[in-house]
C-alpha cells in the first residue's frame, strides 16, 4: 500500500513539472529584464526598464494595399537598442538600432496581408521604448 502511495505522488510530482514547463515553455519573451515595466494595448507598447537584453514581440494585423504608420521613441542610457518590422514571410522591411535617445516614424504600404511583426531587441540597455502602430490611414 506504502508503495502504491508513493508511486502516485512521483506521477503527480512528474505531472506537475510538465505542466509547468509547458506553461512557461509557451512564452514568446526572452532575455533577461531587471525592472521591466509594460503597458500593451492592441496599437501600442510601452516599456520602462533598468536593465533590458534580448527581445519584445508584438503584432499587428495589416491588409495587402493598407497603409500602416509606425512610430517609435527610445530612451537608451546605456547599451543599444534596435527595432524592427518584419512581414507576414519574416522579411525585414525596416530597422534601426540606436545606442542613443533616438524618435521617429515610418510609414509603408502593407505588400502582403497577415501579421506583421515589431521586434525589439536590447543589447544590455537601459532606459524604454515606446512603439505604437496605426493600420487606419
Request: aromatic residues 12%; proline residues 1%; hydrophobic residues 40%.
Given at each position: 500500500?506504502?508503495r ?39 496599437d ?11 527581445r ?9 494595399g493598407?497603409t ?5 521613441e ?22 534601426a ?14 505588400d502582403?496581408s497577415?501579421?506583421?511583426?515589431v ?18 490611414l
Open positions: 500500500m506504502k502504491l502511495h508513493m508511486v502516485k505522488r512521483c506521477w503527480m510530482a512528474v505531472a506537475l513539472l510538465v505542466l509547468a514547463v509547458g506553461l512557461f515553455a509557451g512564452c514568446g519573451r526572452s532575455g533577461l529584464r531587471i525592472g521591466w515595466a509594460e503597458m500593451t494595448g492592441l501600442r507598447t510601452r516599456c520602462t526598464y533598468r536593465y533590458f537584453s534580448g519584445e514581440i508584438q503584432s499587428f494585423r495589416a491588409d495587402a493598407e500602416v504608420e509606425f512610430d517609435y527610445a530612451r537608451v542610457m546605456k547599451g543599444a537598442l534596435a527595432i524592427r518590422i518584419e512581414d507576414p514571410n519574416d522579411v525585414e522591411i525596416w530597422q538600432r540606436m545606442d542613443a535617445d533616438d524618435e521617429g516614424s515610418v510609414e509603408f504600404t502593407a502582403t497577415g501579421r506583421y511583426t521586434v525589439v531587441l536590447g543589447d544590455e540597455t537601459r532606459g524604454g521604448f515606446e512603439v505604437e502602430w496605426d493600420t487606419g
